[in-house]
C-alpha cells in the first residue's frame, strides 16, 4: 500500500513537472518577447545608482533585439539595433567615438524583440519630437504598452547628446547627473532612430514630462546618442505587428 501510494505521488509530481516546462516552451515561442526594463531612470538620477545593473551579452535572444540606456557610471550612450550593439563615448577633445561591441553594462536600461514591422509614411507635418508621441499615441491606443519603435529617413536638424561624468563623480540630482553631457548638432543627415513608447513609464525609462526614449545614429555610423530636438523630413515610422 505504502509501495503504492509512493508510485502515485512521484506520477503527479512528474505530471506538475510536465505541465510547467510546457508552459515555459510555448511562452517563449509564441509572439514577441515583453518589453524588459533592468533599474531606473530616477534612481540613477536621485539615488545616484550608477554601477551596471545589467550587462548586454547577458540578454539571450540576440534575434530582432533592441535596447536603449546609458553606459554604467554615465560615462556614453547605447542603442542596440536589431541585435547589433552600440555605444558612444566622449573622447578628450569633446568629439564623439561610436563603436560596435557584443557588451556593456547600464545603470538603467528598456529592451525587447521584434522581428516584424508595420510601415507608416510619416505625415509631412509631424516635425518634432512632441508631435510624434501624439501621433504614436493616437495611433497605438490599442496596443499593448511599452513597445519598441523605429523611424528611418532623413532629418532636417537634430540635436543628440552623450553622458560623460567624469570619473568618481557623485549623483544625487538630473542636474549633477547631466554634468559632463556633451550635446551634438546635426543637420540633413539621414538618420535611423530607435524608440521606446509608453504612459507608465516616466522615470523608469523615459524622462518626467515624455512617454518616449529615443536614440538617433546617422547612417554611416559616426555619431549616435540620446535624441533630444528634431525636425523631421521623410521618414518612415516602424511599428510592431501584433
Known amino acids: 500500500m505504502i509501495k503504492l501510494k509512493t508510485v502515485l505521488f512521484l506520477s503527479m509530481i512528474a505530471g506538475l513537472i510536465s505541465c ?13 518577447s515583453p518589453i524588459k526594463v533592468a533599474g531606473a531612470m530616477k534612481n540613477v538620477m536621485w539615488k545616484g545608482e550608477l554601477a551596471a545593473i545589467i550587462n548586454t551579452d547577458t540578454i539571450e535572444n540576440k534575434e530582432g533585439l533592441y535596447g536603449l540606456g546609458p553606459i554604467s557610471f554615465l560615462t556614453g550612450e547605447i542603442m542596440i539595433d536589431d541585435g ?17 561591441t557584443n557588451t556593456v553594462g547600464a545603470p538603467f536600461f528598456v ?5 516584424e514591422w508595420n510601415e507608416i509614411e510619416l505625415p509631412a507635418d509631424i516635425k518634432n519630437i512632441k ?19 523605429k523611424l528611418k529617413g532623413s532629418i532636417s536638424s537634430a540635436q543628440i547628446h552623450a553622458q560623460n ?5 557623485k549623483v544625487s540630482s ?23 513608447f509608453s504612459t507608465e513609464h ?28 528634431v525636425d523631421f523630413n521623410e521618414m518612415v515610422l516602424y511599428l510592431p505587428k501584433k
Open 174 to 196: 538630473p542636474k549633477e547627473a547631466h554634468e559632463g553631457q556633451v550635446n551634438f548638432q546635426l543637420a540633413n543627415e539621414n538618420v535611423d532612430i530607435i524608440g521606446f
Open 202 to 229: 516616466q522615470g523608469i525609462f523615459t524622462h518626467h514630462d515624455s512617454y518616449l526614449h529615443m536614440h538617433l545614429i546617422t547612417k554611416d555610423e559616426s555619431m549616435m546618442g540620446h535624441l533630444d530636438k
Open 20 to 32: 510547467n516546462s510546457t508552459n515555459e516552451n510555448s511562452e517563449s515561442t509564441e509572439g514577441y
Open 111 to 115: 529592451y525587447g524583440n521584434v522581428t
Open 165 to 169: 561624468l567624469a570619473p568618481g563623480s
Open 131 to 149: 508631435q510624434l508621441e501624439g501621433f504614436i499615441e493616437e495611433n497605438t491606443k490599442d496596443e499593448l504598452r511599452p513597445f519598441a519603435f
Open 84 to 100: 547589433q550593439v552600440y555605444t558612444s563615448k566622449i573622447l578628450e577633445d569633446s568629439s564623439m567615438i561610436v563603436e560596435k
